[in-house]
């Protein structure tokens, strides 16, 4: 349900804009260089205004949206509000019947929670051509190789049909292994690359195997006890009637989990097991391995510092996102009952990763691996909100997604700056670098503001809610295992939380005055030319929405508002 | 409504230094004159726009006023809210006069001149945010923010240990706010929990609640001062799995914390000596003359208001006596008056000396507050208004004491660069017999000195003087040791005098000018007006801080 359209599929564009640049520039000689750049520069930033346009046209339908799922949720005569809900969020939509016999449609649309995503790749796609202008090895590859990586995680966060999702993030994967391992730093690059390639697909398979249980468990609750809602579904447009009751489709998924496919009694034989609550950690965690969910978070930072600036800036500023919003909606979404049984036992390892990947990020000498760990921290809070389930937690999440993907990307591109000139990374060895790139040293206090909560900047707007989210959750909450009853716990598990806060101060202050301020060692680095406008342009791209966001978040938060109240509605509804 | 270039005044007031800020930075390095013309100008101009603020507050109506409510962030009830009463009337007036003196004073200043007016300008936004806000969100927002600009003015162009003072500055100051942090978020949380019906009940009693729509999280400070300490009676029992008393005293230990750290409260005191030392002239003025207020404005505009009941409520030691959150907080008050004035006087670094003097000084207002959260608490707790007469004086003398030590401690720090400026060393012990080369410096020395110590006539008498009678039938033992401190006070006001000024002269300056510019007794001046003013007709100020004094104790 939509009230404003563009006359071409922006969708289908922005998705398939890249893969065909990216084919274009393999067929230019490697020479033409600044050919390569242009055609990679214009593509992303296409690409970019595309998906502000997306964006902002989104946010024009907000409030009708949320109008909409007001009355779904007031009315008590719909037989399935969590499905319309998600599905009259959804705009710009395209389907095309792809594979019928297997149910798989070439179906994108984007809602309130996707649609920050879109915009955030956009900014970190044409900030990762800018930072890489300079990348002189065999360019070609390189900018064809990027455009394919943001090809297939903008495809992630469009797509409505899991097996969509699934074919763009292995989509994702290939190009990040070959960019890592070719332009990465040469010390680490190839067991990174390997490393990281290997545990995100293990992850992906994991879920990939649950997603078609899902699949073949919806079909068979659809041929049976499902067949009448299947047929009104149908009957009054809410699926497609070319659909089978055998598909991929997210909405005919989440059809059947609100009418209970997931949740029956005595799966595998077992009384007390539902489908949901054996496969929801599955999927959960299979996604949340690219999410960086402790402790499988392990590929991360070694991820972070081999590859070449670039692709750190995609990777922990888009890559994880990609995770954490898979597994929102493959398992959050599709296992609502699921989640309220694992979430809130997961909800320690994202304090795991909050507390712990701070006191390590403190402990770091290589300034690329800092911000690496400090990426493994605040993910843990995009995992953290998801345990709220409540409005507030998660719409926070939903912010510190996008807030953290702008900030990391940002200090990633510092770094790559100054690693440009410096040729080195290590902290101690650095000093006084705010005299030779005063705009990086600025840019770089706001993004280590934003990291550190300052409010005034996006990661207040983020962390608040979660954090609020979290005592608001504390006296629904309890965990029951073997005969002991935990509850109450989600308010000392935030009191915890909020000491990363104190620790990412520290070291974020630490890094600040030990690289940007301090004595510059003259002799060490006799040349530090000053900085490029495509560098500029980078800061300025990345940085701005930080401050946007920090003084104005009602630019932001009522779409993801939105965006959540539908996951809700299937979490209220199990 | 008043509006200047189009936004509310009191939205103007915050934002403006920011743009001012920005727009400096924008300016070319060089000559600096552009930089250091440009933001007086702005501070100024700013500053006019605060006193008009201060003039056009009508201390006669009830209420807050030049208020001003926007949506901000509605999922979670947090608006722009701002609005002023008299006591952040007078806090508003403070800044906006110190900030353009401090930039002047900081034309100084020859190292990255635009940057640090700049972030003169910037911590301006981060105080006025504070004072003005009226939402709980928007309130730490500012008090966060302020703190950035001073880390940076401490680390960039302080004194030979900035970097181990302004680090201590930051992490001490978040360390305190992060219980700050997390209490906020469980108040404003909380109220969602009290049932529509006692919400309803609660809107009759309080107009001001008319606005707040039951079972929704709220961060505004009018709302929650009339649902947050209901919350006991209308949830009872247990939140969170633990009984309400223990989450309220939990919460109240947790803003109480972060305020005692600002004011600074004894024993939280320790990072003020090395911050204000360390920090450049302008940081200094700022630091103590309105950030330190901060503190004591939070105690009056939330502590007491929501923990009226936790103030008074007796805690048992050791099972032999029995002591309330307010006695304590009169006996940490003490304590700074006492010790903060023997440890001025065991310095031998002039702005140490200073910066242990606000200790002694703040310790009165905090005497003063001690006084207004018993008897607001008790008036709560059990409706007695036995000696709401005394707290009504003593709150009034803190509140003063507020401002008059921002004029007086400002105007010590300008002093005490002033002669560093000319010296290049901090140490007294290097100083003496200045009177010959200085006497107009001598002069002014004395005078902002005698105003520092409470001589009548002066400002610092006519504050110290309302909080000590107010003081005396609520905590008499204390106040005593209290009064026997001033004595101390006046020990090293006088050997701060008799080192700088009288003595040998140190032939060692014997070719230096030590005069003071009149650039300086231009930033100077108006602080001294105020000293005299207020110290002879204190009634130019009183009315705006009484009206409002009285109605927040609800007398």
Known sequence: MIVQEFVFPVLSVIVLLPVVAGVIILFIPGDRRDLIRGIAITAAAAVLALSLAVYLGYNNQVSAVMQNQDMLLAADDIESPGTLMFQSGLAFEERIPWVQSLGISYHLAVDGLSAPMVLLTGMVAVAGVLISWTIEDRTREFMAFFLLLVAGVYGVFVAVDMFVLFFFYELAIFPMYLLIATWGWVKLREYAAMKLTLYILVGSVVALVGVIAMVITADQFFQNEGAQVFQNAVASGLLPSDLSTFNFSITSLTLAAEHGAFDAAGYAGVEALTFAKLWFPFVFIGFGVLAGVFPFHNWSPDGHVAAPTAVSMIHAGVLMKVGAYAALRASVQLMPEGAQVHLPWIVFLTLINVVYGAFIAFRQRDFKYVIGFSSVSHMGLVSMGWATMNLIGMTGAGIQMFSHGAMTALFFGCVGIVYDRAHTRDIPSLGGFAKKLPWVALAFIVGGLTSMGMPGLSGFIAEYPIFVGMWDASPQIALTAGGVTLSDYYAVIVVIAALGIVITAAYVLRVVGQVFFGEFNAQRYPDIPAITMPERVVLILLGAPLLILGVYPAIMAPMIESGVRSVLAMLGGA | ?555
């Open chain 2, 1 to 555: 409504m008043t509006t200047i270039l189009g936004i509310d005044a009191l939205s103007f007031l915050v934002v403006a230094p920011a743009v001012a800020a920005a727009i400096m930075l924008l300016l070319p390095r060089s000559p600096k004159f552009i930089g250091r013309w440009a933001a007086l100008l702005l501070s100024l101009g700013i500053g006019a726009v605060a006193v008009y603020v201060f003039l056009q507050y009508d201390s006669a109506l009830m209420g807050y006023q030049f208020e001003s409510k926007v949506p901000w962030f509605e999922l979670l009830g947090a608006s722009w809210h701002v609005g002023i009463d008299g006591v952040s009337a007078v806090m508003v007036l403070l800044t906006g006069i110190l900030t353009p003196l401090a930039v002047l004073i900081s034309w100084e200043i020859e190292d990255r001149v635009n940057i640090h007016m700049a972030l003169i300008l910037f911590f301006q936004t981060g105080l006025m945010g504070v004072f003005v806000a009226l939402d709980l969100m928007i309130f730490f927002l500012f008090w966060e923010l302020s703190l950035v600009p001073m880390y940076f003015l401490i680390n960039q162009w302080g004194g030979p240990n900035r970097e181990y003072a302004s680090v201590k500055f930051m992490i001490y100051s978040l360390g305190g706010s992060l219980g700050f942090l997390l209490a906020t978020q469980l108040v404003g949380w909380s109220v969602s929990q009290i049932p529509a019906d006692a919400v309803l009940a609660l809107q009759e009693s309080t107009p001001a609640l008319a606005g707040y729509a039951a079972g929704r999280p709220t961060f505004d400070i009018v709302y929650l001062t009339a649902l947050w300490p209901a919350l006991a009676d209308t949830i009872g029992g247990l939140f969170l799995g633990i009984d309400i008393a223990t989450v309220k005293g939990l919460a109240f230990v947790a803003f109480f914390l972060a305020f005692a750290i600002k004011v600074p409260v004894w024993p939280f005191h320790t990072w003020l000596p090395d911050a204000h030392s360390e920090a450049p002239t302008a940081g200094s003025m700022l630091l103590a003359g309105v950030m330190l207020k901060l503190g004591a404005y939070g105690f009056l505009r939330l502590v007491i208001p929501f923990f009226p009941d936790v103030w008074v409520a007796p805690i048992n030691v050791l099972g032999v006596f029995e002591v309330n959150a307010a006695g304590i907080f009169a006996f940490l008050a003490m304590l700074g008056v006492v010790l903060g004035a023997f440890a001025a006087f065991g310095q031998n670094d002039i702005k140490r000396l200073v910066a242990y003097s606000s200790v002694n000084h703040m310790g009165f207002v905090v005497m003063g507050l001690a006084v207004t959260a018993l008897v607001y608490g008790e008036m709560f707790v059990n409706g007695s208004s036995a000696m709401m007469q005394d707290a009504i004086l003593a709150t009034n003398g803190a509140v003063l004491q507020m401002f008059n030590h921002g004029l007086s401690s400002a105007g010590m720090f300008l002093l005490a660069g002033a002669i560093y400026h000319k010296t290049h060393t901090r140490d007294m012990r290097e100083y003496g017999g200045f009177w010959v080369k200085a006497p107009i410096y001598g002069g002014i020395f004395i005078f902002t000195s005698m105003a520092s110590l409470g001589l009548p006539g002066l400002n610092g008498f006519v504050s110290e003087f309302l909080v000590v009678r107010g003081a005396w039938p609520v905590f008499t033992a204390l106040t005593l040791l209290a009064m026997i401190g001033l004595l101390f006070t006046g020990s090293y006001i006088l050997k701060g005098i008799r080192a700088v000024l009288h003595g040998p002269f140190n032939m060692k300056w014997r070719d230096y000018d030590l005069e003071i510019e009149a650039r300086e007794v231009i930033a100077i001046a108006p602080l001294m007006a105020l000293m005299l003013l207020t110290g002879i007709v204190p009634n130019w100020i009183m009315p705006v801080i009484n009206d409002s004094v009285i109605r927040i104790l609800g007398g």
